[in-house]
């Protein structure tokens, strides 16, 4: 059974950094690609980053372009999203999403972290 | 940058047809998926590729994309259908981007 289980999220100031963490399992991960899809409270879905399958590739939403990093550890089967500078707008659920193989939807997701930032 | 325009809702009779449309620049000429979310749930594709269904989602659910709008068409709408559908595509392969989402309402 495929699982993506997100942590790290937690309540942090204005400013502040935060890393979140996916873990997979059920499938061999090193063979697709992924992304961090965000939704505020009560608001639609944000795709906010994809890295593919090896991580030679990264792509960012650009409300968080030069703040929020993506990457990946095949060997542990975990992705990464380390957030930077973090503003009251990243207020969020965080989920992580496995890009299907022909590349073009999202087959399986994770129950979401939240990141809270306030003062 | 790339945008996918929908309506924030749409309201329909039990047993009746649901259209949600997805407008963009183009969207005809990349494939659309669409999400089901409820109430504190994950999402989950309920059509992917334009018009194809993942096993277990039921027949009523199809899709279609043609010029600048795709649209997700719910035959036969039930009250478990309720929830809120968000259109994506790809903006040169490998950005993604999310309608606004639409809440269904079954009444």
């Known amino acids: 059974e495929v699982q993506l289980v997100e942590s790290g999220g937690d309540v942090i100031r204005p400013g502040g950094s935060l890393r979140l963490s996916c873990a997979a399992s059920g499938f061999t991960f090193g063979d697709y690609g992924l992304s961090w899809v965000r939704q505020a409270p009560g608001k639609g879905l944000e795709w906010v980053s994809g890295?593919?399958?090896?991580?030679?590739?990264?792509d960012y939403a650009d409300s968080v372009k030069g703040r929020f990093t993506i990457s990946r550890d095949n060997a542990k089967n975990s992705l990464f999203l380390q957030m930077n500078t973090l503003r009251p707008e990243d207020t969020a659920f965080y989920y992580c999403?496995?890009?299907?193989?022909?590349?073009?939807?999202?087959?399986?997701w994770g129950q979401g972290t939240l990141v809270t930032v306030s003062s | 940058s790339y945008d996918l325009t929908q309506p924030p809702s749409v309201s329909v009779s039990p047993g009746q047809t649901a259209s949600i449309t997805c407008s963009g620049y183009k969207l005809g000429d990349k494939y659309a998926s669409w999400y089901q979310q409820k109430p504190g749930q994950s999402p989950v594709v309920v059509i992917y590729?334009?018009?194809k269904r993942p096993s277990g989602i039921p027949e009523r659910f199809s899709g279609s994309n043609s010029g600048n709008t795709a649209t997700l068409t719910i035959s036969g709408t039930q009250a478990v259908d309720e929830a809120d559908y968000y259109c994506l595509a790809w903006d040169s392969g490998t950005v993604g981007v999310f309608g606004g989402g639409t809440k269904l309402t079954v009444l």
């Open positions: 890295i593919t399958w090896n991580g030679d590739r990264t």
């Open positions: 590729q334009d018009n």
């Open positions: 999403a496995r890009r299907e193989n022909s590349g073009w939807y999202f087959d399986y």
